[in-house]
């Protein structure tokens, strides 16, 4: 079987990549088991990241009136006042997806508006 065609919309760069990887013979993601399909990612990101440097990175927890919901923090500057803040929620189960894998998003894709993103 073979992956399906990538959409029309997609970014030209991510046709070129995809297309890269096809022709290399790199498998599908559908073709593999989830510890293969990790594996994967972990490999790809690994070879496309280039993880923008923040000034500081924490983990905390949020009391919620049912739980404590684990966040990391990632702060851009030091710059004092009030900023937009950025909560980007994973898709999916972490079936594929790790916090390794989202390391590149969640560092820098918060910078064109100067807030500061927490991951839940």
Known sequence: MTAPAPPERLDPRCRL???GLTA???PAMHQRTPRQARADLRILAAAANSTPWVAHVAD???DT???RIPVRIYQHGTGAGRRPLV???HGGGFVVG???T???PLRGG???VGALPPRA
Do not use: E, K, P
């Open 17 to 19: 990549f995809l297309a």
């Open 24 to 26: 290399s013979g790199w």
């Open 60 to 62: 905390t927890l949020i």
């Open 65 to 67: 009136a049912g739980a």
């Open 87 to 89: 909560v980007w929620l």
């Open 98 to 100: 790790d916090l390794f």
């Open 102 to 104: 989202a390391a590149g």
């Open 110 to 112: 918060d910078r064109g």
